[in-house]
Nanobody, 119 residues
């Protein structure tokens, strides 16, 4: 099992910045993917950004140039620096952890943290 603890959400004005953190603990293997997804009530959860343990990064087009994902492998922690925030970034942000053990895929989610951007 892997546990994820998120922090850093809140309320910010448009144009402002927030930084999210997610620390993973438990049965973690060295090769994994950590990332952030977000969800607005009534909509599907959508990808924001992911980063592999090797440093490969993927961003949703809507956040490219504004958000930066990074990780500290020694701390099993992933960060999401969100700049130039827009009201449409308002959502619950979920940390995601994925790893493969043999042929078995393990996926874990954090509890979610609310990000609200006021106009």
């Amino acid at each position: 099992q892997v546990q994820l603890v998120e922090s850093g959400g809140g309320l910010v004005q448009a144009g402002g910045s927030l930084r999210l953190s997610c620390a993973a603990s438990g049965s973690i293997f060295s090769i994994n993917v950590m990332g952030w997804y977000r969800q607005v009530p009534g909509n599907q959860r959508e990808l924001v950004a992911t980063i592999t343990s090797g440093g490969t990064i993927n961003y949703a087009d809507s956040v490219k140039g504004r958000f930066t994902i990074s990780r500290d492998n020694a701390k099993n922690t992933v960060y999401l620096q969100m700049n130039s925030l827009k009201p449409e970034d308002t959502a619950v942000y979920y940390c995601n952890f994925l790893q493969f053990i043999a042929t078995s895929k393990q996926v874990y989610w954090g509890q979610g943290t609310q990000v609200t951007v006021s106009s």
